[in-house]
């Protein structure tokens, strides 16, 4: 049995910019999807995929429901499945088999379709280690690229590289259509808030190229993120990078999501306690809608407002993860 983890991410700027060829920096946060993959003698894959949890918030595919009594919806148990499926089919491929079983555990503390990146991490890990336990070691970035192409397949197309990339090579990375490059940046003091719920990516996808294609406001909105993240990438890259600036940045990366339609209420509201208690920026990460946002933040005092606030199901620190996917 192999066993590999990979970590899930924030996007400190750039997200739905990045499906239109805008570049995006996310950043590697260690919250891990972790999967266990067995080789079978019978050709069959079985998936157990019961335990996956973030602090306080166990979510049970088996029973669909997490320790809160909220209902997982369908569409992501289901999607969950396809993801996991498409990975052990691309590592079949990478290793020239095609009627190879596997059991395959996965164990998760990344909040699913919340904008951490839990898809591509669960498909990172399961990819690195279903390969490893056919005795291949794969590069992190064929891994990538093999990652990036389940979800595209499960996601109809609209996905970018970037939750792959930055999954399976850890740190801070730039991701501008296929140039995936990791960067140079140093530790960032990130808090999360999570409003319990989810996005649908794809729906929010479709209604920021519906939005674009219709009004020529919301397409130069989406340049004009392009313009934040190239700002804050040359910031992010600095010797000493001001956290004031890429705070600011943070904030306006935010205000450009809620035109096009992507934040919600929760998400505004956690965004704003966090911005009230000192932060020095905050917005939301992922593909918005429900879910989580990212605060930049090196004192207690966000963390804090943030698990009082009403929005706010769970607030944590995160560090930048170094690593990327990790096969022992
Ligand atoms: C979703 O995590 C981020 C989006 O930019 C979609 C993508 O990049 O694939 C909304």
Redesign the pocket.
């Known amino acids: 049995m192999v066993t590999a983890s990979a970590p899930g991410k924030v996007y400190l700027f750039g ?2 910019a ?2 239109y060829g805008e570049p995006a920096v996310p950043c590697a946060v260690e919250r891990r999807a972790t999967v266990a993959v067995e080789e079978r003698a019978d050709g069959r894959l079985r998936v157990d995929a019961r335990d996956l949890e973030i602090e306080g918030f166990t979510v049970e595919y088996g029973a669909a429901t997490d320790e809160l009594g909220v209902e997982v919806p369908t569409e992501l148990l289901e999607a969950a499945t396809e993801y996991v499926d498409g990975a052990v089919e691309q590592a079949r491929d990478a290793c020239d088999v095609s009627d190879v079983g596997f059991d395959v555990t996965v164990e998760s503390e990344i909040p699913l379709g919340a ?1 951490l ?1 839990s898809s591509a991490a669960v498909v990172v890990a399961t990819i690195a280690a279903t390969a490893a336990e056919l005795g291949v070691e794969l590069d992190p970035r064929e891994v990538a690229t093999r990652a990036y192409q389940v979800e595209s397949d499960v996601q109809d197309g ?3 590289r ?2 792959t990339f930055c999954s399976a090579m850890g740190g801070a990375v730039r991701v501008e259509g296929e140039d995936c490059r990791t960067l140079d940046a140093p530790d960032l003091p990130f808090v999360i808030g999570f409003d319990g719920g989810s996005g649908n ?1 794809g729906e ?2 479709a209604g920021v190229r519906d939005l674009r294609e219709r009004y020529d406001f919301a397409a130069d909105t989406v340049t004009a993120i392009g313009d934040i993240v190239r700002r804050g990438e040359a910031v992010l890259t600095e010797d000493d990078p001001s956290l004031d600036e890429l705070g600011r940045l943070m904030d306006f990366d935010h205000g450009l999501l809620e035109a096009l339609g992507v934040s919600s209420r929760s998400l505004d509201e956690m965004v704003w306690t966090a911005r009230e208690a000192g932060a020095y920026g905050a917005k939301l990460t ?2 918005g809608g429900g879910g989580c946002i990212v605060a930049l933040d090196d004192s207690p005092a966000t963390e804090t407002a943030l698990s009082y606030s009403q929005s706010c199901e769970v607030a944590f620190r995160a560090e930048l993860a170094r690593d990327g996917v990790i096969v022992p």
């Open positions: 997200e739905h990045v499906v904008g990146g609209q996905a970018s970037a939750d990516t929010l996808v992922g593909a």
